[in-house]
């Protein structure tokens, strides 16, 4: 079953504790990236890469990183995160623009919560 | 640059009425368009996608939609209401913004309730 897995779907930490949220898919898409969902402003992207090795800034990046060292894993990192990181994020992932303008594919979410 | 308007934040309808979802867009280039659905605890499912083909778009569980150029609009519609349509709809449009970025731009989402 084509899928996008992010792991965990529910974290709550402390500010200041580094953490990693997993993203996997199966579909051997190369663009994948990274959303956080807030209310009243829908989906904002923080981070895409649009191959190994190749990661770049979304409209959101600022205490984020991520990396690409496998085509089908992007974890997303908080090295030290604060409260208004508080949110629920996505992981989607699609084959690249001038491929057909396919969908992306999201995973379930996860809802982070820093205390 | 590009951006997503959904008109409503709230729509109720009762169960076997027609819905309307509401969504107009701008770009600079010629976008594709998108509807997801987002159930309760649930990640987004697409509901269906215009890619420049016939602008009337027919998706999942009886939802269309019409890509209307001129008025600038991608409104969702479904003839007739059903409980398990409660949920929240994204509006999307994806478009290049720059080199090798593919953006996907989001409204802000309308919540549905689907009244008995």
């Known amino acids: 079953e084509a899928q996008v897995t992010q792991n965990p779907r529910y974290l709550i930490t402390v500010t200041g504790k580094k953490l990693t949220v997993t993203c996997s898919q199966n579909?051997?898409?190369?663009?994948m990236s990274w959303y956080r969902q807030d209310p009243g402003l829908g989906l904002r992207q923080i981070y895409y890469?649009?191959?190994?090795?190749?990661?770049d800034k979304g409209d959101v990046p600022e205490g984020y990183k991520v990396s690409r060292k496998e085509k089908r894993n992007f974890p997303l990192i908080l090295e030290s995160p604060s409260p208004n990181q508080t949110s629920l994020y996505f992981c989607?992932?699609?084959?690249?623009?001038?491929?057909?303008?396919?969908?992306?594919?999201f995973g379930q979410g996860t809802r982070l919560t820093v205390v | 640059a590009q951006s997503v308007t959904q008109l409503d934040s709230h729509v109720s309808v009762s169960e076997g009425t027609p819905v309307l979802l509401r969504c107009n867009y701008s770009?600079?280039?010629?976008?594709?368009l998108f509807w997801y659905v987002q159930h309760p605890n649930k990640g987004l499912q697409l509901l269906l996608k215009?890619?420049?083909?016939?602008?009337l778009v027919k998706g999942i569980n009886g939802f269309e939609a019409e890509f209307k150029k001129s008025e600038t609009s991608f409104h969702l519609t479904k003839p007739s209401a059903h409980m398990s349509d409660a949920a929240e709809y994204f509006c999307?449009?994806?478009?290049?913004?720059?080199?090798?970025?593919?953006?996907?731009?989001f409204g802000s989402g309308t919540r549905l309730q689907v009244q008995p």
């Open positions: 215009y890619t420049s083909a016939a602008t």
């Open positions: 890469s649009m191959n190994v090795e190749v990661t």
């Open positions: 770009s600079s280039y010629s976008p594709s």
């Open positions: 999307v449009v994806s478009d290049r913004v720059g080199t090798g970025r593919r953006a996907l731009t």
């Open positions: 989607a992932s699609s084959f690249m623009p001038g491929q057909g303008d396919t969908e992306a594919f």
């Open positions: 579909m051997n898409h190369e663009y």
